[in-house]
């Protein structure tokens, strides 16, 4: 039988963000989003979990009751963290494997590890939106027009895998083609 990917009413939804032990702040937009999840009822359970703040990604089985598990990183790219950290932390790769299944049976229940939300094709209308977002917000004289403005997209890359600036470059690529910006 076919797993059936049209309804997760049954099912439990994960959050992975990184966190951070300096910024108590960093987890808020991900907390956010899993409060706006949890309210549109599309699944039974929508947790969080963080590698350097509680609960912590070794938690996810605790964290919800769900047979079906999804886990999707709150991150713009595959790379280091999305490819090694959360797979390790999950269970999903062994020390020293190069890779890993997405999809795994474990105690009766099953753990699906998704992509990056970031990766999603639907990701360049979201950063516009942000940028729309801040510059109506903060007009200084006037709001400037997309032609008069340059957008800045930083991404946090690492020379452990070439994977972590892909996306943020293809996306300064996408909104630079659109040709409504003076420069990205």
Known sequence: MADDFSN????????????????????????????????RNIFAEVACAFNLEQP?????????????????????????FTEQTIPHRLGLLEAGAESYERTQQRGGRTLIY???????PSMTEVLLARAREVVAKHPSPRPPKPAETAIFLAGHGTEKNA??????????????????????
């Open 114 to 120: 998704c992509h990056p939300i970031g990766t999603h």
């Open 8 to 39: 997760f009413e049954n099912d439990a939804l994960v959050l992975i963000a990184h966190g951070s032990t300096v910024n108590a702040q960093s987890s808020v937009p991900t907390r956010r989003l899993a409060d706006e999840l949890r309210s």
């Open 163 to 184: 994977n972590s600036r892909k996306a943020i470059e293809a996306q300064v690529g996408a909104i630079a083609a659109l040709g409504e910006y003076a420069d990205v």
């Open 56 to 80: 912590k990604i070794d938690d996810v089985p605790k964290l919800v009751s769900a047979q079906r598990i999804f886990v999707v990183p709150v991150t713009i790219s595959e790379g280091h």
